[in-house]
C-alpha cells in the first residue's frame, strides 16, 4: 500500500505562485509515473500533470500549459508541482497520484493511489 501526502496549498491571489509537494510513504512509487489532478465544486476531477518514473518525460493539460511545472526527486519518491500565475479557475482541490506503470497519461483509470486532496483557491 502506497499512501500520499499533499502539502503546500492554500490560498492566493490571481497572478501568484504556489508549490504542491506529494510525499510518498514507500519507494514503491518511485518506479511509477506520479500524476497531479484537480477537481473545482461541481466539477469533474481532471488530469492537470504527469511525470514519468524517472522525471525524463512529463505532459500537461492544456489549461496550464506553459504556466505550471511539474518534478519529483526521485530518491525522496517526492513529486512536486509549481503553479505560477494562477488564476480564480485554478481553484479546486488538488490530488496526488501514483500510476500504474511507469509512463502514464490522463486517464483516470491508470492510477491506483490517491492522496487526500489539498485546497487551493485563487482570488481575485
Known amino acids: 500500500q502506497v499512501q500520499l501526502v499533499e502539502s503546500g496549498g492554500g490560498s492566493v491571489q490571481a497572478g501568484g505562485s504556489l508549490r504542491l509537494t506529494c510525499a510518498s510513504s514507500?519507494?514503491?512509487?518511485?518506479?511509477?509515473?506520479m500524476g497531479w489532478f484537480r477537481q473545482a465544486p461541481g466539477k469533474e476531477r481532471e488530469f492537470v500533470a504527469v511525470?514519468?518514473?524517472?522525471?525524463?518525460?512529463?505532459s500537461y493539460a492544456d489549461s496550464v500549459k506553459g504556466l505550471f511545472t511539474i518534478s519529483r526527486d526521485y530518491g525522496a519518491s517526492t513529486v512536486y508541482l509549481q503553479m505560477n500565475s494562477l488564476k480564480p479557475e485554478d481553484t479546486a482541490v488538488y490530488y496526488c497520484?501514483?500510476?500504474?506503470?511507469?509512463?502514464?497519461?490522463?486517464?483516470?483509470?491508470?492510477?491506483?493511489?490517491w492522496g487526500q486532496g489539498i485546497q487551493v483557491t485563487v482570488s481575485s
Open positions: 497520484a501514483s500510476n500504474r506503470k511507469p509512463y502514464g497519461g490522463p486517464d483516470r483509470s491508470g492510477y491506483n493511489y
Open positions: 514507500k519507494r514503491t512509487s518511485s518506479n511509477n509515473a
Open positions: 511525470i514519468s518514473w524517472n522525471g525524463g518525460s512529463t
